[in-house]
């Protein structure tokens, strides 16, 4: 039916195969060790690197914060100056308003008598004048 295509090994050929793989194992192990051990190597400088990069973070950051805390300050003792000033502002002001409300009265007042000025003149025109003629129908009516 079907012959066999595979080709046995000699025993030499069986031999040599065996000691390439006995030899190729160890180095494989060896190669395998090293790699590991680099990538650990590798893995702690990163690690130890984001450490000091975290650690200037947190100095330029605490700086920051200082400088930040510093206008706070600043901005803090302006508004309380602000606040301090603030009763003598509320005097001018008040001052001030005395003045307005008799002015807007007195411009109330004179738009009013406008209007009434204006409404009698336009109620005057609307009504028809009457006819100095002797009306055509008779006013009486007959008994």
């Known amino acids: 039916m079907g012959t066999k295509t595979e080709e046995r090994l000699t025993p030499g050929q069986r031999l ?4 390439k793989y ?17 990538s ?5 400088a990163n690690w130890v690197g984001e450490r000091y990069r975290q650690g ?3 100095e330029q ?18 508004a309380q100056e602000v606040v301090a000033g603030l009763p003598q502002a509320l005097t001018k002001a008040r001052a001030r308003r005395r003045r307005r ?3 807007l009265a ?5 738009v009013l008598a406008g209007g009434a000025v204006a409404f009698s003149i336009v109620r005057r025109s609307a009504q028809p004048e009457p006819s100095p003629l ?10």
């Open 101 to 103: 409300p008799l002015l």
């Open 61 to 78: 950051l605490s700086k920051e914060l200082a400088a930040a805390s510093e206008v706070i300050g600043s901005e803090l003792a302006a």
């Open 40 to 44: 650990g190597a590798q893995s702690s």
């Open 134 to 143: 002797p009306p055509s129908v008779e006013v009486t009516p007959k008994p």
């Open 16 to 19: 040599s195969r065996g000691l």
């Open 22 to 38: 006995s030899a190729v194992g160890p180095v494989d192990v060896t190669r395998g060790a090293l790699g590991l051990g680099l």
């Open 56 to 58: 200037r973070l947190k």
């Open 106 to 110: 007195a411009i109330g007042v004179v």
